[in-house]
């Protein structure tokens, strides 16, 4: 079964600070890895999928790594600005790519 | 596209009343699944299925039916609601495994 861990829980960052967010999962057998953004009350957005055969993908600020060998991911959010204060889920395929395993995500607000 | 469209948004039942939550997505996406997700617990899958005529159990499975007699839509069932129940479920479709899931923007049920 696979597990998917998010540390830290929670965290406050000034303005302008760089945001790490890291995300392991136990089994390293999968396809690809998906970001995800939450905002209170509403739904996910999909940030950055990562496929196996990629090191890293990048969207504007945002940088996302993987290494499957040892089972982590992690999140890179540059130069954070107020609007990136959410909830961040990492999401890993278990039993093939047609169900995924979430982790209980980090919780970010950015201090302006 | 509309993506993946779920209806109700919000849903007060009482305990013993059954009900289905609509979810439909029009991108043509083999993959679709149920969440439902609690404060504390995450994300967790409920059924899932890979195609037409195809469904399985996720992780909590009990209280909750589902079937997939189209491509396009994949309905949830309640069949004696319980305050246990009480969630925001959520709805999310993928092409196949080289591609990352899109989610609904969720219904929030309560049981009365």
């Known amino acids: 079964k696979q597990e998917v861990t998010q540390i830290p829980a929670a965290l406050s960052v000034p303005e302008g600070e760089n945001l790490v967010l890291n995300c392991s999962f136990t089994d390293s057998a999968i396809y690809n890895l998906q970001w995800f953004r939450q905002d209170p009350g509403k739904g996910l957005t999909s940030l950055l999928l990562?496929?196996?055969?990629?090191r890293e993908q990048t969207s504007g600020r945002l940088n996302a790594s993987l290494d499957k060998s040892s089972g982590r991911s992690t999140l890179y959010i540059a130069a954070s600005q107020p609007g990136d204060s959410a909830t961040y889920l990492c999401?890993?395929?278990?039993?093939?790519?047609?169900?995924?395993?979430f982790g209980k995500g980090n919780q970010v607000v950015v201090i302006p | 596209n509309a993506g993946v469209t779920q209806t109700p948004k919000f849903q007060v039942l009482k305990t013993g009343q059954s009900m289905t939550l609509q979810c439909a997505q029009d991108m043509n996406h083999e993959y679709m699944s149920w969440y439902r997700q609690d404060p504390g617990m995450g994300l967790r899958l409920i059924h899932y299925s890979v195609g037409a005529g195809i469904t399985d159990q996720g992780e909590v499975p009990n209280g909750y039916n589902v079937s997939r007699s189209t491509t396009e839509d994949f309905p949830l069932r309640l069949l004696s609601a319980a305050p246990s129940q009480t969630s925001v479920y959520f709805c999310?479709?993928?092409?196949?495994?080289?591609?990352?899931?899109?989610f609904g923007s969720g219904t929030r049920l309560t049981v009365v």
């Open positions: 990562i496929q196996s055969s990629q």
């Open positions: 999401a890993a395929p278990g039993n093939g790519n047609n169900r995924l395993a």
């Open positions: 999310a479709s993928s092409r196949d495994n080289n591609y990352g899931y899109t």
